[in-house]
């Protein structure tokens, strides 16, 4: 056949056996750089301004003043909260896009509290109440799409989806009844005189104590998914449910209790924000970090270890980039695209991670290898 | 008595944008892509058309203004933002193989930041001297309807008082569903969607199936954001405006088991439930109206565990949705 020429496409991929860990985040890193320049052409191009002071000034908004430090660590904590209780989920293979929601419920269940509570029980055992709500609503706003996923297979993404607008509008509901002043159309800073159920300050900044339970959060779900049972049944379940039946895991349960997990952990990021830092509640107040969160725990490839990293990162940029915005004069929105495209570089380097490209020109002496 | 004839309308209006929206991911998702995406897409679409309008608009005096122009400057920005979205979204699910559910978040992100931030900032970067984006004179061709519209009584109304992107949705919709149904191109396409490594031994090309359906999937969905700015919302952009519509529309293709003539009714009556909350009689009790908000998420839920419970083989969605295809991984 034509003399025994074969042809040979340009072009062909194939799998990679494994990487090891350095190379791969050598090529996230690439990526990562790749981003920011691609970010810091876009900026010039709208601004005209140099590409150096738009990074000065983003390395300004994180870390300029002391206080915006602490502001980034208590967003990066809150954030990690999230993308810690997603993470159980993602790792069943059930995509549970209604961080939004359980955040919600739990700001709602922990405001409930310290609003109808505040006169009737002592101010620690009013936390403790606190937190039993907010976990007992989150729990219950993640186990609700879960008992249908479990029972008859219900599309778990889109229950999820939804379930966001019902806090929502809940949270909208509630912010009516208890405005004050009233008119305002929201909630102030509730017990603002007495300080009912606001957590105590530990260290020497508000946020401190925050970081501290997210960081023992992480340690946590760590030792979980890594070191026990139900870590190893969610692993299997989401391996292969098949495989699951048959060793005998129940899945229908390992479903459930793990969303009531994952639930739970995100009212745990609604009771810290209503009850650390803002004291009041907002149908904005999760600040669509129930979404950004689906995008660190997969980044971070569901390890809560390299989490910590990718949620820094999120944070870091999105702040930075809306320090840009602010300096140049922009619109706030500009963050968002810049964090879209730094995503979508993230995302895009995955595939040479995982593939390797075999060009033509190079072909001739690994082909005979390869037969 | 319940006011129809001034319900329907509105309820249509509303409905319009969700079923341009459904009906683009309908097909994005027979081919095996779900596109989390389409929010963004939708958003995308109508600040280009906006772009496009307020460029056009701006250099051109009121007087002068030619209604072809007015109308399709528009038509192709919308289309082409939306073009180069799918485009992003298939070169990283189809070519690069990343995660759907990732890739689709970070592409709504972007695009409801992309959207913001031009809605924003425009005029001034265009350091021009009007006070907000009101694009009146453009509007006024996209709402033009049929002049003896209003002769006809509670007939016009219901059915002639819409601009003309919303008879666009409708044959849009109409014919994706023929197209599905009834065409070898539509029957490869599902087939694609339901099990790809089967569809590429029968010769069928399943990248160039994907590319293809969700690019015009999403130019189809940017339409939906171009009629909700010019049409329902008068040409005037405001921020988050647009707000959740794209997760409806999302929603809706399961609701309407991937049908999209179906659809059309079903949008209808999802931009109903959207706006029920206005015509129920509450009285002053603000807070009443938010719980009636929730209904179309609701309903949404009920409709999404009463699919799951009669598990009819027609009503599942393609078998593939939501995986990506290597050809060298079985």
Request: net charge positive.
């Amino acid at each position: 056949m034509n003399n025994g020429k074969v042809r040979v496409p340009l072009l062909h991929i194939s799998r990679r056996a494994a990487l090891p860990w350095y190379k791969a985040w050598g090529i996230r890193a690439a990526a990562i750089v790749l981003a920011l320049v691609v970010c810091g052409l876009i900026t010039t191009l709208l601004t005209g301004e140099d590409p150096i002071a738009l990074y000065l000034s983003m390395l300004d908004g994180a870390f300029g003043t002391s206080r915006r430090a602490w502001v980034l660590m208590q967003n990066v904590a809150i954030l990690l909260c999230v993308s810690l209780a997603v993470t159980p989920a993602f790792k069943m293979r059930f995509w549970n896009i209604g961080g939004e929601g359980q955040v919600l419920v739990g700001c709602l269940a922990t405001a409930a509290c310290m609003i109808t509570l505040d006169n009737v029980l002592p101010n620690w055992l009013l936390i403790i109440v606190m937190l039993a709500a907010s976990l007992i609503a989150g729990g219950l706003w993640g186990l609700i799409p879960a008992f249908f996923k479990a029972r008859w297979n219900t599309n778990e993404t889109l229950f999820t989806l939804m379930m966001n607008y019902v806090a929502i509008q809940l949270v909208a509901f509630f912010i009516i009844i208890w405005e004050s002043p009233a008119g305002s159309g929201k909630v102030g800073i509730i017990n603002q005189q007495s300080q009912m159920g606001w957590l105590p300050q530990v260290g020497p900044n508000r946020y401190m104590l925050n970081i501290l339970t997210v960081a023992l959060l992480t340690v946590a779900m760590y030792v979980y998914l890594k070191y026990s049972k139900h870590g190893y049944e969610i692993a299997v379940v989401g391996e292969s449910e098949r495989t699951a039946r048959y060793v005998g895991i129940k899945v229908e349960r390992v479903i459930m209790r793990t969303m009531i997990i994952s639930g739970a952990l995100c009212g745990i990021a609604g009771f810290l924000l209503v009850a650390g830092t803002d004291h009041t509640i907002t149908t904005t107040i999760s600040d669509n970090r129930g979404f950004t969160a689906v995008m660190v725990s997969w980044l971070a490839k569901f390890s809560p270890v390299f989490m910590v990293f990718t949620s820094f990162l999120i944070e870091f940029l999105g702040r930075g980039a809306s320090e840009i915005a602010t300096d140049f004069g922009l619109n706030e929105a500009f963050g968002d695209i810049l964090t879209g495209v730094i995503l979508f570089f993230i995302i895009g380097c995955e595939f040479f991670i995982t593939y390797k490209l075999h060009f033509r020109g190079f072909k001739t002496r690994g082909a005979a290898e390869n037969v | 008595m319940f006011d129809f004839v001034s319900f329907i309308p509105r309820a249509v209006a509303q409905g319009v944008p969700l079923m341009l929206g459904s009906t683009g991911e309908t097909l994005t998702q027979k081919s095996g892509n779900l596109n989390l995406g389409l929010p963004g897409v939708m958003y995308v679409g109508a600040i280009c058309g906006v772009i496009g309008s307020f460029m056009y608009e701006t250099n051109t005096a009121a007087e002068s203004m030619n209604g072809f122009l007015a109308v399709s400057i528009p038509l192709i920005c919308c289309l082409a933002g939306s073009l180069l979205m799918g485009l992003l979204y298939c070169f990283l699910t189809v070519t690069l193989r990343a995660n759907q559910n990732v890739t689709g978040l970070a592409m709504t992100t972007f695009g409801v930041g992309f959207g913001n931030f031009f809605g924003g900032s425009l005029i001034k970067l265009t350091d021009s001297e009007v006070p907000s984006i009101a694009l009146s004179a453009t509007s006024g061709y996209f709402k033009a309807s049929l002049p003896f519209a209003g002769d006809l009584g509670w007939f016009g109304r219901i059915f002639l008082s819409y601009g003309m992107l919303a008879y666009v949705a409708v044959a849009i919709a109409l014919s994706c569903a023929f197209f599905l149904r009834r065409t070898r191109a539509g029957l490869n396409l599902r087939a694609v969607g339901e099990d790809p490594a089967t569809a590429d031994a029968a010769g069928i090309d399943v990248t160039r199936y994907k590319y293809k359906a969700t690019c015009i999937g999403c130019m189809i969905a940017g339409l939906g954001g171009l009629y909700y700015v010019m049409d329902y919302a008068s040409g005037v952009w405001s921020n988050d405006a647009f707000g959740d519509r794209g997760w409806l529309a999302i929603a809706l293709v399961i609701f309407t088991m991937w049908r999209p003539g179906v659809g059309i009714f079903a949008s209808i009556l999802f931009g109903g439930l959207y706006i029920l909350y206005l015509f129920i009689p509450t009285g002053m009790d603000l807070a009443v109206k938010e719980l009636y908000k929730m209904l179309p998420y609701l309903v949404t839920i009920a409709v999404l565990i009463i699919v799951s419970l009669r598990k009819s083989r027609e009503n599942e969605p393609p078998r593939h949705l939501g995986l990506a295809y290597f050809r060298e991984e079985r």
